[in-house]
């Protein structure tokens, strides 16, 4: 059998099979940026709501709404006395802090 008759039996197969080696390539290539990926999540979460409750100084349910998205979150705590946000998402837990009115919110390390 000749590879020529391969493909003309099992197109579908093999179109599959160019397709997945495609996909393993760009997700080589991508790699850094896909495992950055879930830190995203929680970071933009709580850094977002930092800003709009205590910058912008919106009320929690706005907020919870605008900063609302498609990939849940799975902890969420505002602190209000200590101005504090902690967003855990995808395995990861970020927290934002109201610096001051010059400042903004900060992401903490």
Known sequence: MNRRGFVRRRPFSTLLLI???ALLG???QERVALGAFPDIISAYTAKEYCSCRYVM???A???HSYVKQWLPTSDFTDDTANKRITVSGMGRSNSAVWIGERQGCRLQP
């Open 26 to 28: 760009w997700a080589w």
């Open 57 to 59: 100084n919106n009320d």
């Open 19 to 21: 397709l997945m080696v």
């Open 61 to 63: 349910g706005y907020c």
